[in-house]
């Protein structure tokens, strides 16, 4: 039964993750159009800016949730000092702290992009463009933790399926 239900699982997972991917395609092809008008309207420099944060994107989403994730574990760390915790722990705690959080806002500093494409486009052009940001972020999230979600059923299964005889 816990076998069958593992498969399910799965099968229902595979089944999502055809979905994002297919969401993620019309997104790319909405990329595509938002690509040729910004290259239509910005000097080359600013274009080739635009196309170096798209290229980006995916990078900046994954740094984005490794520093969350650090940061978290920084204040659950910080939450649990007691009075037994050195001077020396708690300054290292609050300076880790602090850097992850410059980097943190440093990576979600993108407005950049937006503050150079609000020059040239009209207002829909730049809800677009922020709308397909935003989808493409939803996006790559989702996928990453479908992707997660697969491998640790299918290592499951395969634990299962080898300790029975």
């Not at 520093?67 to 007691?82: C, G, H, K, P, Y």
């Not at 397909?132 to 491998?151: A, G, H, M, P, R």
Request: hydrophobic fraction near 35%; aromatic fraction near 6%; glycine fraction near 2%.
């Amino acid at each position: 039964e816990l076998i069958s239900s593992l498969r399910s699982k799965l099968q229902t997972l595979w089944e999502e993750r055809e979905l994002v991917l297919s969401e993620a395609r019309e997104c790319t092809e909405r990329g595509e159009e938002l690509e040729a008008m910004v290259q239509e309207v910005c000097k080359p420099n600013e274009f080739e800016r635009y196309m170096m944060f798209i290229g980006d994107l995916e990078k900046v989403v994954s740094l984005l949730l490794c520093l969350s994730s650090r940061l978290a574990r920084v204040q659950n760390a910080m939450r649990r000092i007691d009075g037994n915790t050195d001077a020396e722990e708690m300054q290292s705690l609050n300076e880790r702290h602090k850097l992850l959080s410059r980097q943190r806002e440093d990576a979600k500093d993108l407005k950049v992009v937006s503050g150079i494409l609000a020059k040239y486009l009209t207002d829909q052009q730049l809800q677009d463009y922020r709308r397909f940001v935003q989808v493409k972020t939803s996006l790559l999230i989702e996928q990453k933790d479908l992707e997660e979600q697969i491998k640790f059923f299918k290592e499951q299964l395969e634990n299962l399926e080898k300790s029975i005889p």
